[in-house]
């Protein structure tokens, strides 16, 4: 018996010297541990053996012996993995990703700068506008008194103070007058926030760019001008448009200006709700109570006031056909558009 666990032993221990995973250490303790394993065997020859106790114990040690190195073995594999992974771990290096792989404008940054580019050559100066704002510059300084109908569809997130998350960029409008005075021309993009259910067109967080022509005789048709040359040299393209009255508190007139869906060509899709159209620019002469409330003497001046959807502006000039891409954080999605 002494012999055979002899033979047995030095077996084993050239196969756990060769053992290299935790599988290999694994098959090992069922071809020795196992049910139909040596020991297991060892186990049955004892019939024939005359000194049962000496060759029981001889098995049995040599048993332990097995199971304290596979299970040692075994430890020493997973502290060897762990401490792999924290080696590789201290490797990132976010200097050396960089050097890798640059980093690149997220696709409202392209479509923003795009249109800063047209605006400045028509003479517009550029603004940037708080995200948190109050209640007078969000709504009451914009003709839409508290109890507006017109509130509904711009609710929002409330801070505790009272102050709110910009709904729409013509928030700054007030303050924009106030600093510039007239004659004025003024783009000012920002973030605004609605508290909506999203879908494929519809976001919580997206992009406005507001502009503000201010001076004497401004009328519609300078309004209707100043969008086309726009969209035409964002676009680089004849783009399709149309105009339809729309109720703003703060102009007067108001308009939709929507353009052809360029997803789908016109024919429908869910990114123009299957209209064809797309509202992108909805915009108006601004209401004397508003210039009155900026400090602009309505008696000599009048002006043209927009709010371009530029997160849709991007979805179409990009081609982008759900507008949750742009939140999600997904670098291959938004990666795609570095060299545009
Ligand atoms: N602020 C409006 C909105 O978010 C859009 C808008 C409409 C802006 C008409 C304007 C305008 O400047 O004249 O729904």
């Keep these: ?15 756990i010297a060769e ?46 012996e097995v199971e ?40 409202i940054t392209l479509a923003t700068r795009d249109c800063e580019e047209v605006f ?6 550029f603004e940037d506008y708080a995200e948190v704002v109050d209640d007078y510059e969000c709504f009451e300084a914009l003709n839409i008194p508290k109890h507006h109908p017109a509130r509904d569809m711009q609710d929002t997130y409330y801070l505790e103070n009272g102050q709110l998350l910009k709904t729409q960029t013509s928030a700054a409008q007030n303050a924009i007058m106030r600093k510039y005075g007239a004659p004025l021309r003024a ?21 406005q760019m507001e502009g503000m022509m201010i001076d004497e005789n401004i009328s519609i048709s300078n309004l209707i001008y100043f969008m086309k040359t726009m969209l035409s040299e964002v676009f680089k393209r004849d783009i399709k448009v149309r105009l339809r009255p729309g109720f703003f508190p703060f102009v007067e007139p108001g308009f939709e200006l929507d353009i052809n869906c360029l997803i789908c060509g016109g024919e429908g ?19 004397p109570n508003v210039l009155r409330e900026g400090g602009i003497d309505t008696e000599k001046y009048t002006g043209f006031a927009f709010g371009l959807g530029l997160t849709r ?3 179409m000039k990009f081609g982008v056909k759900d507008i949750r891409d742009f939140n999600s954080g997904n670098l291959q999605a938004l990666m795609q558009f570095k060299s545009v």
């Design 313 to 315: 502006l991007a979805m």
């Design 120 to 125: 400045a050559g028509m003479g517009f100066t």
């Design 269 to 287: 899709c869910p990114s123009c709700k299957n209209s064809g159209w797309l509202e992108l620019c909805p915009c108006g002469m601004i209401h």
């Design 19 to 64: 053992a290299n995973t935790e599988e290999a250490l694994e098959s090992l303790r069922i071809a020795y541990l196992g049910k139909k394993g040596c020991i297991a065997d060892l186990m049955k020859g004892l019939r024939d053996v005359q000194d049962k106790k000496t060759a029981g114990q001889l098995i049995n040690d040599f048993k332990c």
């Design 68 to 107: 304290r190195a596979i299970t040692e073995g075994i430890e020493a594999k997973r502290a060897e993995a762990l401490s792999m992974q924290i080696r590789s771990a201290r490797k990132y290096n976010p200097t050396l990703m960089a050097e890798r792989e640059f980093g690149s404008y997220h696709p």
């Design 1 to 15: 018996m002494q012999e055979k666990i002899q033979v047995l032993r030095e077996a084993f221990q050239s196969a």
């Design 187 to 207: 783009i000012f993009p920002g973030r605004c926030f609605r508290n909506e259910s999203t879908d494929a067109c519809h976001e919580n967080t997206f992009f």
